[in-house]
């Protein structure tokens, strides 16, 4: 298991990718990782859209406020992937939602996409996270059924650098023993 924590603990946002394709076998990959993450009682709440398209890539771009670092990267990089999620589904038993949180989509996301990022840094590629856009208008470039939302943009690429890690608070500094 130490190649999974190398993979954790070496996994960086990557905003500038390199022109070259990332093969349709590599896909199959990352959409495997998705596809094996755990979710509220096995419900897999998400929708995958991939993006190769440059003019839709462009439009996606456009969604984000004018002074986001990932506007080139969800423009750019071979693949961008939009994680999407069916509404009403994870944290609801007959329709009824479960906990105070009520629906857990964004949850059961963030378990999707850590796997579709951790495996593609497995893989030599790299990847960014974007939440921050218009997601009304994204849903609409994408054609988003009723009851689905588009979550986050998930630009992937070979990296065209390397970034430095960034600085990680000491576990003692959030950490807390049988209480906070």
């Known amino acids: 298991m130490d190649f999974l924590n190398e ?48 003019e839709l890539k462009e439009g996606l771009a456009s969604t984000l406020s004018d002074k986001n670092p990932a506007i080139p990267a969800v423009a750019k990089a071979p693949l961008t992937l939009a994680v999407c999620a069916r509404l009403g589904l994870s944290g609801y038993h007959k329709g009824q939602p479960m906990t105070k949180f009520g629906d857990w989509f964004m949850f059961d996301l963030g378990l999707a996409t850590q ?48 970034p430095k890690p960034p600085k990680r608070k000491d576990s003692r500094e959030f950490v807390h023993t049988d209480g906070f």
């Open 7 to 54: 993979v954790i603990k070496t996994r960086r946002t990557v905003r500038r990718f390199k022109d070259q394709e990332v093969s349709d076998k590599m896909l199959d990959q990352l959409i495997e990782a998705v596809r094996w993450a755990p979710s509220w009682a096995n419900t897999q709440c998400w929708e995958i859209v991939v993006v190769k398209d440059l």
């Open 115 to 162: 796997n579709l990022c951790l495996t593609a840094h497995s893989m030599g590629l790299g990847s960014v996270i974007v939440g921050a856009f218009d997601h009304e208008e994204a849903g609409r470039l994408l054609k988003m059924p009723e009851g689905y939302e588009v979550v986050v943009l998930v630009p992937i690429g070979y990296p065209a650098q390397k």
